[in-house]
């Protein structure tokens, strides 16, 4: 079964230190991998996705991510947190072959809270 | 308005009754989904259509019912709302095709927060 799993249900951060939300998945073959965030009573926005190719994979608002295939990870990294950056993230795998269509498997989301 | 809309926004009804969400995007993707969001359960997909007139079950699926007459519209409807379906839900849609492979990012709409009382 594919899965996607969110390791800590809260990260907290001080404003200008370097932060990491973690994600793994499990799923048959090699996935394509994506990033949400999700500000109080929006829906959720795209923030990156790996497909193939450059391990480290940039995005919207400063966000990178890093895929690890033998760890089976897509941490969510950013150098310097910012205030603003508090939200809930969502990790999410679409499994490949196409039998599966365009869904995704969201994980259980990480509340990323930056302090000042 | 560009983008994907859904409505209402909040609605508060009562067990048994029968319940209609709307989502319309106007980027005329081929792909469209339904989430609920439920506190420590993520999202989870209830149903998806890869186009008009083709829908597939999703995860969570029991105690729902879409259509797809038109590409731009996506309609959710709880035949007989239940407390358990009391959930933020949101619509989503995607495109078929990249160029050069690939897929393509979900783009979400503002989700209708429903209330089952």
């Known amino acids: 079964a594919q899965s996607v799993a969110q390791p800590e249900d809260q990260v907290n951060v001080a404003e200008g230190n370097p932060l990491t939300v973690k994600c793994t998945y499990s799923?048959?073959?090699?996935?394509?991998l994506f990033w949400y965030v999700q500000y109080p009573n929006r829906g959720l926005q795209f923030l990156l996705k790996y497909i193939t190719g450059d391990n480290l994979v940039k995005g919207s608002y400063g966000f990178e991510a890093e895929f690890n295939k033998s760890q089976t990870s897509f941490h969510l990294k950013k150098p310097s947190a910012l205030v603003s950056d508090s939200a809930l993230y969502f990790c999410?795998?679409?499994?490949?072959?196409?039998?599966?269509?365009?869904?995704?498997?969201f994980g259980a989301g990480t509340i990323l809270r930056v302090k000042s | 308005d560009a983008g994907i809309t859904q409505s209402p926004r909040y609605k508060i009804t009562e067990t048994g009754r029968q319940v209609t969400l709307m989502c319309h995007q106007t980027?005329?993707?081929?792909?469209m989904f339904w989430y609920r969001q439920d506190l420590g359960h993520g999202l989870r997909l209830i149903y998806y259509?890869?186009?008009?007139?083709?829908?597939d079950k999703g995860e969570v699926p029991d105690g729902y019912v879409v259509s797809r007459s038109k590409t731009e519209n996506f309609p959710l409807t709880l035949e007989s709302a239940t407390r358990s379906q009391t959930s933020v839900y949101f619509c989503a849609s995607s495109g078929s095709y990249v160029a050069g492979g690939g897929v393509n990012e979900q783009f979400f709409g503002p989700g209708t927060r429903l209330t089952v009382l």
């Open positions: 259509s890869a186009a008009a007139d083709i829908t």
């Open positions: 999410a795998v679409r499994p490949i072959p196409m039998e599966y269509g365009n869904k995704l498997v």
């Open positions: 980027w005329s993707h081929s792909y």
């Open positions: 799923v048959s073959g090699n996935p394509y």
